[in-house]
């Protein structure tokens, strides 16, 4: 099947800083990645669509200046946090589009990685 | 827009029986596709069920199969035989058309118990 990777799992960082998330499609190409945010118990909230070789497009509320995407090759895009705070601590999901050999281009689902900003 | 209403927070289930997980949606689209995944202890996303609207026949995954009334705008799973790995967030979820960008619509989850 297709696998997703992202890392780290798991990352703590200081109020402040910057921290980057990898999203790997390990044994397929995929020319769109997404971007979600999960807080506990809830559902998972769609910020951006990552498309190889072009500017990510955000949704409505997500800042661009503050979560960074790049989908520098067609297995893998990056999301920096930039000058984390608090209330950025949360569970970043990334998905990957398989875009041959079946219909819809189902996505594919990372393991996560949970955000702590200290 | 689309949306999907998971109106039950919360079900909790004896092991081995059988339980239904509601969904409804809205959408002004006639081609779209419908989605069950689990979510477990682990948080790793998992594709249960998959249907898409154009189809009729109900879909069926194993112990897992959908009821899926187009007219009601009605999807919701159903899980025979429940085990205790069954335990899990479900989500339903929507996506139109079949591009690369299609964008998936979640509902808000529902947090399912299988008891021993």
């Known amino acids: 099947g297709a696998v997703v990777s992202q890392h780290p799992s798991r990352v703590i960082c200081k109020s402040g800083t910057s921290v980057k998330i990898e999203c790997r499609s390990l044994d397929f190409q995929a020319t769109t990645m997404f971007w979600y945010r999960q807080f506990p118990k809830q559902s998972l909230m769609l910020m951006a669509t990552?498309?190889?070789?072009?500017?990510?497009?955000?949704e409505q509320g997500v800042e661009k200046d503050k979560f960074l995407i790049n989908h520098a090759s067609l297995t893998l895009s990056t999301l920096t946090v930039t000058s984390a705070h608090p209330e950025d601590s949360s569970f970043y999901i990334c998905?990957?589009?398989?875009?041959?050999?079946?219909?819809?281009?189902?996505?594919?689902f990372g393991p996560g990685t949970r955000l702590t900003v200290t | 827009a689309q949306t999907v209403t998971q109106s039950q927070p919360e079900m909790s289930v004896q092991e081995a029986e059988t339980v239904t997980l509601s969904c409804t949606y809205d959408?002004?689209?006639?081609?779209?596709?419908l989605f069950w995944y689990k979510q477990p202890p682990s948080r790793q996303m998992i594709l249960v069920i998959r249907?898409?609207?154009?189809?009729?026949q109900n879909a069926t995954e194993n112990r897992f199969s959908v009821n899926f009334q187009k007219a009601a705008k009605s999807f919701s799973l159903k899980i025979s035989d429940s085990q205790l790995g069954d335990t899990a967030m479900y989500f339903c979820a929507f996506m139109t058309s079949t591009g690369a960008n299609s964008k998936l619509t979640f509902g808000k989850g529902i947090t399912l118990s299988v008891r021993p």
């Open positions: 959408t002004s689209e006639n081609n779209y596709y």
């Open positions: 249907q898409e609207a154009y189809k009729q």
């Open positions: 990552s498309n190889e070789g072009s500017k990510a497009t955000y």
């Open positions: 998905s990957a589009s398989l875009t041959s050999g079946r219909s819809p281009y189902e996505q594919y």
